[in-house]
């Protein structure tokens, strides 16, 4: 992936880049949601993902800081693979569509343990070379 050039320092010839540790994925795909305890999925729409979170649209206004799970399958090599992590809302953005409001949420998932990152990583890099 090619590092995008941010910007200029004017007082010195110096560029600013903007590197990403993971691949990142524009891809539309279900994506369950559950809050608090909660074990009632409202499935919504995956709109991009990647190894440290996604953006899903959804309904309604969901505040930064506002703790969810989040569950969604990906297709790999050897079949279909089912991911669940707990999440942190980032932003929430109000988009206008023709039909109706929407809001796109990015949040970012807390993964506790290296091996699911690492499956959650090698199934993106799949995602890449497959759709390209």
């Known amino acids: 992936m090619e590092p995008k050039i941010m910007g200029k320092s004017r007082s010195t010839s ?7 540790a993971s691949a ?12 608090r305890e909660t074990e009632d999925w409202i499935v ?6 990647g190894a440290g979170g996604l953006r899903i649209l959804y309904p309604s206004e969901i505040a930064p800081t506002t703790s969810m799970k989040v569950r ?3 297709p790999t090599p050897s079949g ?11 932003r929430c953005q109000r988009l206008l569509t023709s039909t109706n409001t929407l809001f796109e949420i990015a949040a970012k998932f807390d993964i506790s343990s290296i091996e ?7 199934t993106l890099i799949y995602q890449l070379t497959t759709t390209r």
Not at 44 to 49: A, Q, R
């Open 116 to 122: 699911e990152a690492l499956r959650l990583e090698q």
């Open 44 to 49: 919504t729409e995956g709109v991009e993902i």
């Open 14 to 20: 110096a560029r600013f880049v903007e590197r990403r």
């Open 72 to 74: 969604f399958i990906l």
């Open 80 to 90: 279909n693979t089912s991911f669940q992590f707990c999440a942190t809302v980032l």
């Open 24 to 35: 990142r994925l524009k891809l539309s795909f279900p994506v369950e949601i559950a809050f």
